[in-house]
């Protein structure tokens, strides 16, 4: 687990210092299995990591990282640090797992501690729109992330954002993460929790002396949530739209039925015929079919 902030933490630096007797290594912690219970540990694939990241070539790095990440994993770390504005956990506040060295050397990544979230900020708890609002964007300071991001193997962050839009038709449209955020805090308040808790803490230093309310709380995610997944539909995560000549699908210099039944057999026969994803959301499917129509009926 990172704990601070600093180059190994935001993997752009790799020291040689670690000792596989202690359980921490510059910023990094052990947290499992606890050392007293495997001693030594074994801070290299860690290390490992990080040197790769920090050091890498742009093409090492585009033909290794799978090998070296969990790359689906990464995926779905940016998609949620970025519905969440968790500012604070990309470079502290991250958990790094490998199952089995002996048979994979591959980390995962988990977020830890998200206190830091839709619109709180770690300075004070002080609400700063530039740096926190709904219509900010999460800075990826870490080396990997963001490397994920500009180098972009495989076309990685297109893949990030269709898992976006993926995932917003579900766990992640403005009505379900509402209603997960308001549950649960219609459930402290009801249950008598939130007024305990808010005569204990608030105007506590802890709150840097600001009054506990769960209800202005909650009715401030609920504003927010929206204002944020609007921003990222059309800015962070925003798909490009359909070129005219994405929607001719034959190549022939128009756009017609002959188009159409392209799209509508790659449907039928399930294919993944490339030229068929014509709003490139990495799916083949009505959408599709819907953007052709469009531009038939525009011609």
Same mark, same amino acid.
């Given at each position: 687990k990172t704990s601070i902030y600093?180059? *190994?933490?935001?993997?752009? $630096?790799?020291t040689d210092d670690y000792n596989n007797k202690r359980d921490t290594w510059s910023s990094y $912690?052990? !947290?499992?299995?606890?050392?007293?219970? /495997?001693s030594p540990?074994?801070?290299? /694939?860690?290390?490992?990591?990080?040197?790769? #990241?920090?050091?890498s070539t742009d093409e090492q790095f585009r033909q290794e990282v799978a090998d070296r990440f969990d790359i689906d994993m990464c995926r779905d770390y940016i998609v949620l640090i970025q519905t969440l504005m968790a500012n604070d956990n990309n470079g502290k506040n991250m958990v790094w797992a490998c199952y089995d060295k002996a048979a994979? %050397?591959?980390?995962v990544l988990l977020p830890w501690d998200l206190d830091v979230t839709l619109? *709180?900020?770690? /300075?004070?708890?002080?609400?700063r729109p530039s740096k926190v609002g709904p219509t900010a964007e999460v800075q990826l300071y870490n080396r990997l992330l963001s490397r994920l991001r500009d180098v972009n193997p495989d076309g990685f962050y297109d893949g990030? !954002?269709? @898992?976006?839009?993926?995932? %917003? !038709?579900? #766990?992640?449209s403005e009505q379900a993460l509402v209603k997960r955020?308001?549950? @649960?805090?219609?459930?402290?308040?009801?249950?008598?929790a939130a007024a305990r808790e808010e005569r204990r803490w608030s105007f506590d230093t802890d709150l840097f002396t600001r009054e506990l309310n769960f209800i202005r709380e909650r009715d401030f995610v609920a504003e927010y949530i929206p204002q944020r997944l609007a921003f990222l539909d059309s800015n962070v995560f925003a798909l490009p739209a359909a070129s005219a000549n994405a929607t001719d699908i034959n190549g022939d210099g128009l756009v017609d039925l002959s188009d159409l039944n392209s799209v509508c057999t790659a449907i039928v026969n399930g294919a993944a015929d490339p030229r068929?994803?014509?709003?490139?959301?990495?799916k083949v499917d009505v959408a599709d079919t819907q953007l052709i129509i469009t531009r038939i009926i525009q011609n």
């Open positions: 600093n180059n *190994q933490s935001y993997m752009s $630096e790799a $912690e052990l !947290k499992y299995p606890d050392l007293d219970d /495997v540990t074994d801070w290299s /694939v860690m290390h490992d990591a990080v040197a790769f #990241v920090a050091g994979d %050397r591959k980390l619109g *709180q900020d770690w /300075v004070n708890l002080y609400f990030v !954002k269709r @898992r976006y839009h993926e995932l %917003r !038709k579900t #766990v992640l955020y308001t549950d @649960r805090f219609n459930m402290l308040i009801e249950s008598g068929c994803d014509v709003n490139a959301d990495g």
